[in-house]
């Protein structure tokens, strides 16, 4: 049995936003072996009922977003103020239900100068660090791919974000590195990955090009970086994040099984 734990974010593969159609992901999720899920921002989701959701299966939410937003983000001293403040609610929110991450964000360059930003985001990021090592709250600052998704997001290579984590100093503050951005972006997946572990707090998961499934028609071997994250003993969630080619929850299986190492 794997050291990490499979994830996968729900938005991604629940078609429609009735009840009905929420239970019948969680069912074949419960079903497939997934003991958690996640999704975004709490005010884009139905987020009561998710929370009552993951109680009736028996699964775990294991991340959402901990403030906004994804271009306006922590690499602005005058967010950080604002940051801080929806960290605490939503590390408060995290600690009621048991929600392991809260995911955060470099926000655009906009012309800002990559090493000058490296302290900027790490103080902003550490007012919050306290609150969330005392609850227990996992603060992930997003790899995401600055080529194609996210034209000039900051935080778009692991070296950058490795800096900031060590500049926080936090055992509560480390990267969600989504390994399809960061094909896209550099490359180098299993190497870096091993060498840059203490700093990874999640992963997210899709293939490339297409951000479809991690499956044998894509540029990524899964089942190898799948073995390389467990090798290092890593103990969070590889939680997928990608957009089926046909049926969602055919998908959502076939991606367990992928990555069941």
Known sequence: MSHFKQSFCIPCFWQGQEETDLRKV?????????PAFEFWFRDNAP??????????????????CGHKS?????????NHARIRAE???????????????????SGNREGKDDEDCLDVVAEGIKQSAGEAEAANVM???????????????QCDHAAWGVEV???????????????????IMEGDLIRTITE??????????????????PDETQEIYYPAVMRAIEETGYDGYVAH??????APLAALEAAYKTCDV
């Not at 992930?140 to 998704?149: C, G, H, R, T």
């Not at 994040?241 to 046909?246: S, V």
């Open 196 to 213: 840059n572990i203490e700093h990874i707090g999640h992963f997210h998961t899709a293939g490339n090009p297409g951000r479809n499934d």
């Open 70 to 78: 994804l271009k306006d983000g922590l690499n602005k001293k005058e």
């Open 47 to 64: 987020f009561d009922l998710l929370v009552k959701l993951s109680g009736e299966y028996g699964l775990v939410i294991s991340t959402i």
């Open 26 to 34: 969680l069912e074949a999720a419960k079903r497939i072996g997934y």
């Open 241 to 246: 994040e990608f957009r089926a080619k046909d």
């Open 87 to 105: 960290l605490s609610e939503s590390i408060e929110v995290a600690k009621r239900h048991g929600i392991r991450n809260l995911i955060c964000f």
């Open 139 to 153: 603060l992930v600052i997003e790899l995401l791919n600055s080529k194609v998704d996210h034209p000039d997001y």
């Open 165 to 183: 984590c060590k500049r926080v100093g936090s055992p509560n503050v480390k990267l969600l590195y989504d390994i399809y951005h960061m094909q």
